[in-house]
C-alpha cells in the first residue's frame, strides 16, 4: 500500500501541531505506523490523500450513524450555509431538535446545547453542584467524559481514593473532589457513597463503557446506580455523548430503563458538526443562566449549521428505524472475528451493544477498567495494522469502540469478514 503522501503529510504536520494532529488518538501512538491523512468519505468508506480505500469501522468516533456524506444531512447543511452559518441569535432548528431530543428521552424536559461532548460534562457538574450545594463528585474508572480538568482524574485501583491527576497541567487541587469507583461494581460504590455522606453533588457515568473499549454495565448495575443515588441525594448523571441514539432511539437509559437526572450529548446529535448538549428535569435545567445562576455561555452555541446535520441526521434515525439492521450488522461482524480468532486459536473477548463493539485481546471477561487494561495491545497493534494494510480502518487503539453504520452494506460486513480470516 503506498502511502507515501500520507507519510509526507504526517512529516509536515508533526512540525506544526502537536503530534501532528488535533486529538490524541488519531496519532496512531499506541499501534505505531504513519497515520492516514483523510481526502475524503462516503457511505462506510474513507479515502486517504494517497488514493487508498478502508472500509471504515471508528466512523469518526461514533457521530456519523448514516454513514459519511449522507445525501440528507449534506443538503441540509449546505442548504442553511447559503442562509448563513452563525448568527448569535436564537434559531427555529435549537427549538426543533430539542423538541427531538426530549421526544426520545422521556427524562429530557430541556437541553442546552453547546459545541462538544466536554462542555456537556463539564457544564451539567457545573449544574449539578449549584443544585444540591455540594461539591464532590463520582466518576468510574475508565470512564471518560472529555477533557475538563476536574475529569481528568481515574485514580488507583482500590474503592473510594481521592482524586490523581491524570494529565500534568491539571492541578491536584482542580481533582481533590473527584471520586472515582469502579465500573461494575454495586458494593464499592455504596461504601463510596456512605464515606461521604452529604458532600456527593452527582455521579456521573457512560451508561455503556465506550472509552476503555465497549464494557456493558452488568445485570442490575444501572439500576443500582439510580437507587444510590436516590438514597443518598446526588444527582445522576449518564453521559450519553456516544450512547445517545447509537444504542437505540432512547439511548442507553430507553434501552436499560433508567431515568438520569441529567444527560450529556454529543456526537451523534450534531451529525458529524461539533455538537454537544446537556438536559434533564425542568427544576435543575432551570438553574442554568438566564433563567437562574449557573453560568454558561457559548458564541458558536447551537450553531445553525450543526443544528441542521444533527436534525438531519435524527429525523432520518426516526423514520428509518435502523437499530434492528445496525445491531445485526455488527453481530455478524462479531461473529466473524470471533470464528477466526478461534480457528486461530489467538484467546479473545468481544463486548458489544447494538452497533457498539470492542474486540479485547483477552482471555478473560472485561467487565471494567482493571480487566479491559489486561489486553494484550501488541496483538492488538497487529491486528490494526494487518487490517489497515488490507484496506480495513479499525480504530488505532484497543480502548476505543467500533461503530457500525447504516452505510455497512452485507457486502461490506461479508468483506471485513473474509478478510479477517487472513488477518488472524
Ligand atoms: C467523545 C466523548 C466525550 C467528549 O466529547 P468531545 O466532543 O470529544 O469533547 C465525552 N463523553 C463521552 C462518553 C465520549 O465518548
Known sequence: MDIHKSEKLFAEAQQLLPGGVDSPVRAFKSVGGT??????????????????????????????ILGHAHAEVVAAIRAQAARGT???????????????MTQAMPSLDMVRFVNSGT??????????????????IVKFEGGYHG?????????????????????????????????TAPYNNLRALAQLFEAHRHQIAALIVEPVAGNMGVVPPCEGFLQGVRALTLEHGALLIFDEVITGFRVGWGGAQGLYGVKPDLTCLGKIIGGGLPVGAY??????????APSGPVYQAGTLSGNPLAMAAGLATLNVLRRTNPYAMLESLAARLCEGIAAAAEVARIPIWQNRVGSLFTTF??????????????????????????????GFYFAPSQFEAGFVSVAHSDEAIEQTVIALRRVF
Open 35 to 64: 497515520p492516514r491523512f483523510i481526502a475524503r468519505a462516503e457511505g462506510a468508506t474513507i479515502i486517504d490523500v494517497d488514493d487508498n480505500r478502508y472500509i471504515d469501522y471508528v466512523m469518526s468516533w461514533g457521530p456519523l
Open 86 to 100: 452563525s448568527y448569535g441569535a436564537p434559531t427555529e432548528l435549537e427549538v426543533e431538535l430539542a423538541r427531538l
Open 119 to 136: 462542555e456537556a460534562t463539564m457544564s451539567a457538574l457545573r449544574l449539578a453542584r449549584a443544585f444540591t450545594g455540594r461539591t464532590k
Open 147 to 179: 477533557h475538563a480538568d476536574m475529569l481528568l482524574a481515574q485514580a488507583g485501583s482500590g474503592v473510594a481514593t481521592l482524586g490523581i491527576p491524570d494529565s500534568v497541567g491539571v492541578p491536584p487541587a482542580a481533582v481533590a473532589d473527584t471520586l
Open 279 to 288: 438536559g434533564g428535569r425542568r427544576e435543575i435545567m432551570q438553574w442554568v
Open 361 to 390: 485481546f483477552s482471555s478473560g471477561p472485561v467487565t471494567d477498567y482493571a480487566s479491559a487494561k489486561k489486553s494484550d495491545t501488541a496483538r492488538y497493534a497487529k491486528f490494526f495494522h494487518a487490517l489497515l494494510d488490507t
